[in-house]
């Protein structure tokens, strides 16, 4: 799965419904020049939140490379989310 993400509101990268089996995630920072700091957790409806990641700062122009739990929504039941630190946050990501 490949998406570009911008802006602070929190985005679902897999909902519990879905299908999709990832066992890691690329995520690189392509706003030209800020950095932006990386929220990303798993989460049941009306859990929790379990980080992945927690406020991670990401350079411009530089790529993160990390592995993922055992993660499938559809068996787990939970969703996979990222928030970004600001507004003007641009980010591609992208699952396998």
Same mark, same amino acid.
């Given at each position: +799965?490949? $998406? $570009?993400?911008? @802006?602070?509101?929190t985005?679902?990268?897999i909902?519990?419904?879905?299908? %999709?089996? !990832?066992?890691? %995630?690329?995520i690189? &920072?392509t706003?030209?020049s800020d950095s932006?700091?990386? &929220?990303l957790? +798993?989460?049941r409806a009306g859990?929790?939140?379990?980080? %992945?990641l927690? &406020?991670?700062?990401i350079? $411009? #122009?530089?790529?993160?490379? @990390?592995g993922?739990? @055992? *993660?499938? #929504?559809? =068996?787990n039941?939970?969703?996979? *989310? =990222?928030?970004l $630190? !600001?507004?003007d946050?641009?980010v591609?990501? =992208?699952?396998t």
């Open positions: +799965m490949r $998406s $570009s993400i911008s @802006t602070a509101l985005k679902s990268l909902d519990k419904e879905d299908d %999709i089996t !990832a066992r890691s %995630i690329h690189t &920072n706003h030209a932006v700091s990386v &929220n957790y +798993m989460q859990g929790s939140a379990i980080y %992945i927690k &406020n991670v700062s350079p $411009s #122009g530089v790529s993160l490379q @990390t993922l739990p @055992t *993660f499938d #929504g559809s =068996i039941k939970d969703g996979l *989310f =990222i928030k $630190s !600001a507004v946050s641009t591609d990501v =992208i699952l």
